[in-house]
C-alpha cells in the first residue's frame, strides 16, 4: 500500500519511471498469496513457503511473520486493489463468503498477542489493520452487511467511560474510526478520493466547507435498531451505489438517507 501512495505522487510529479517502478511493487503481494489456502504466507529465502501455517496464529515466537494480528486479519490489507483481492479469493461470492466466515469464526490460537482486542470474529477493532474490512461488503454487493457491522461496532466497541476503546488509540485512529463512521462513511483506501458508505449515527452533520459552502448529511428514520440504509440522494438525486468522492463533499451540497429496520436492496448493484 506504501508503494502505491508512492506511486500516486510519483504520476502527480510526471515522474513516469518512478510511478511504474512502485506500482509494480505495489503489486508484489500477489507474489505471497498461496493458492491452496488462500491465504498470504511468508517464504523462506529459497522462495519455499514456510510450514507449518496457521491462519489464526499471532505473531510473536518463532519468526511468525504477522506483526500484531494473524494471517484472516491480515488478508484483507490490499485496500488500493481491492478488486484484485476479490479475485485472487475467487470472485465476489468467494469474497462475501471469506468476509462471513472472517467476522463469525470465534476460535482463538493458543498464541494470542496483547494488542487483538474488540474481536467480532476474527475482526479485531483493537487494532488497526481491520479497521477497513466492514466495509469491503459494499464492494461485493452486500452493503446490508457492511451496515450491520458497522452499527454494532459504534454502539458495542466504544463508549463514554475511561475504557472507552477497544484497542491502543494509536496517533488517533480509534477516534478518527469512530468520527467518520458516526457521520455515514469512511475512506478504505487513503490516497484514492473516495468514501464508502456505512451506517451513520446523527440526524444531521454538516461539514463547514471553504468559502462558506457546507455538505450536509441528514439521517431520517434512525434509530439502534433501524440500521439499514433504504435509499440516498445527494443533491436531490438518486444515489445507488454505496460509494461517493471526495468532490461531491468539496463541492458542498446535501445527502439525505433513510434508514430501515431490515436489509434492504439499496446499493446492491456494485459500479466498478
Not at 433504504?230 to 445527502?255: A, I, Q, Y
Request: charged share 20%; proline share 6%.
Amino acid at each position: 500500500f506504501d508503494d502505491w501512495c508512492v506511486a500516486q505522487l510519483a504520476a502527480k510529479l510526471n515522474k513516469d519511471a518512478d510511478y511504474q517502478r512502485f506500482h509494480k511493487r505495489s503489486e508484489y503481494y500477489r507474489n505471497l498469496f498461496h493458492p491452496k489456502t488462500k491465504f498470504f504466507q511468508s517464504k523462506n529465502d529459497k522462495g519455499e513457503w514456510i510450514e507449518p501455517f496457521d491462519p489464526y496464529q499471532y505473531g510473536g515466537n518463532g519468526g511468525h511473520p504477522f506483526t500484531e494480528g494473524n494471517a484472516w486479519q491480515y488478508f484483507w490489507y490490499v485496500p488500493h486493489n481491492i478488486q484484485a483481492l476479490m479475485e485472487l479469493t475467487g470472485g465476489t461470492k468467494a469474497f462475501e463468503q471469506k468476509l462471513d466466515t472472517f467476522f463469525t469464526s470465534t476460535y482463538k490460537s493458543e498464541q494470542m498477542n496483547h494488542n487483538a482486542s474488540g474481536f467480532v470474529g476474527q475482526y479485531a477493532h483493537g487494532n488497526e489493520p481491520s479497521h477497513h474490512v466492514a466495509y469491503l461488503y459494499n464492494f461485493a454487493g452486500q452493503p446490508w452487511k457492511t451496515q450491520k457491522y458497522v452499527s454494532h461496532i459504534l454502539n458495542t466497541l466504544y463508549n463514554n467511560t475511561s475504557s472507552g476503546y477497544a484497542g491502543n488509540d494509536d496517533c488517533g485512529q480509534m477516534s478518527a474510526w469512530y468520527i467518520l463512521n458516526s457521520m455515514g462513511f469512511y475512506q478504505v483506501c487513503p490516497g484514492k478520493p473516495v468514501y464508502s458508505i456505512g451506517r451513520p449515527l446523527f440526524e444531521e452533520v454538516t461539514i463547514n466547507l471553504p468559502d462558506r459552502k457546507t455538505f450536509v448529511i441528514r439521517t431520517h428514520n434512525n434509530s439502534k435498531t433501524n440500521k439499514y440504509i433504504e435509499s440516498v440522494l445527494l443533491n436531490g438525486k438518486p444515489l445507488d451505489v454505496p460509494f461517493f468522492t471526495h468532490d461531491d463533499l468539496v463541492r458542498g451540497g446535501t445527502m439525505e438517507i433513510t434508514m430501515s429496520p431490515v436489509p434492504t436492496e439499496w446499493g446492491k448493484q456494485v459500479k466498478n
